[in-house]
């Protein structure tokens, strides 16, 4: 059967990418000790351009990275045999929904809110009986979300947020901005992403995209992993592991297959 036609929003984003994935290197370090902890491979899905899959690979750990969209395994294959890792890394063009490993490993990460792109509790169980199958018994799964934050939610709705600048090869100045509108009942984010670029002060060129996400609350999401037959075993509020209490922005999953 043919492959229906979509729309992959991440062969835009893929140019800036990591300028825009920036602020979030304090998960790298997080995902490489718990990867280099087990017997690999070590399976992430929503690899993306390789951002924590080849710290994984250069920290001596076979990594299988899944991804739905071909524009960002291209760069992350091109950038794996740049750092030397290209043997460590199996790049493999599928859905997280469905993929399964096989044989089955010790650890599936989902990094940096990949998880947040399925947008139904079928998409999302679908995910979650997709990774069990993935997993040897007593094997991890480890993620990453947001916290949803009602107040940054209100305050941002239908906002052009500035996301930080860089300059990019040809010396242009380089504007990253979000614009995100929040569905509060269907708890859906609809989020716009542009570069403007600029040449001095005069805008040259505005490249957009954009994607849905399904916001994910904490306890919405351990019945998730109970639903699925997963057992919680950790759940930290940042990357150095502390607890998810007080003003903690991210939901750090720990889950156990049993
Ligand atoms: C926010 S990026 C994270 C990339 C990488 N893990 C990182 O930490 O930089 C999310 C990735 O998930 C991928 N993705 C979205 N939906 C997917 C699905 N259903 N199955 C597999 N990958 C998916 C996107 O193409 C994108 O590359």
Redesign the pocket.
């Known amino acids: 059967m043919n492959k229906p036609i979509t729309f ?1 929003p ?1 062969s835009i984003l893929v140019d800036f ?1 990591d300028h825009w ?1 920036k602020p ?1 290197s304090e ?1 790298i370090p997080f995902y490489v000790k718990r990867a280099a902890a087990v017997k690999g491979p070590v399976v ?10 080849i710290p994984i690979a250069r920290a001596g750990q076979d990594v299988i990275g ?4 071909g524009a ?1 395994l291209t760069e992350a294959a091109r950038r794996a045999a740049a750092e030397g890792v290209v043997d460590k890394i199996t790049f493999i063009e ?4 469905a ?1 399964v490993a096989d044989p089955p490993v010790e650890l599936v990460i ?5 998880f947040l ?2 947008l139904t509790a079928d ?1 999302q169980l679908a ?1 979650l009986a997709s990774i069990r199958r993935s997993l040897v018994s007593g094997g991890r799964l480890i993620l990453n979300i947001f916290v949803p934050d009602p107040e940054t939610q209100v305050a941002l709705n239908g906002r052009k947020t500035s996301h930080g600048e860089f300059v990019d090869e040809r010396g242009r100045r380089c504007e990253m901005w979000g614009l995100p509108e929040y569905d509060v009942t269907s708890q859906r984010l609809h989020l716009r992403v542009g570069l403007d670029i600029y040449d001095g002060e005069r805008l040259l060129d505005t490249i957009e995209t954009a994607f849905d996400l399904r916001v994910i609350y904490r306890y919405e999401f351990e019945h998730l992993l109970v639903r699925a037959g997963f057992e919680v075993e950790a759940l930290y509020g940042w990357f150095d592991e502390r607890p998810l209490e007080g003003d903690a922005r991210e939901q750090i999953w720990v889950a156990r297959k049993p």
């Open positions: 992959d991440y990418y994935a979030q998960d992430e899905l929503g690899a993306g351009t390789g951002r924590i899959a899944v991804d739905l969209s960002m599928a859905d997280m929904r993929f989902v990094p940096f809110r990949g792109h399925l998409d995910a």
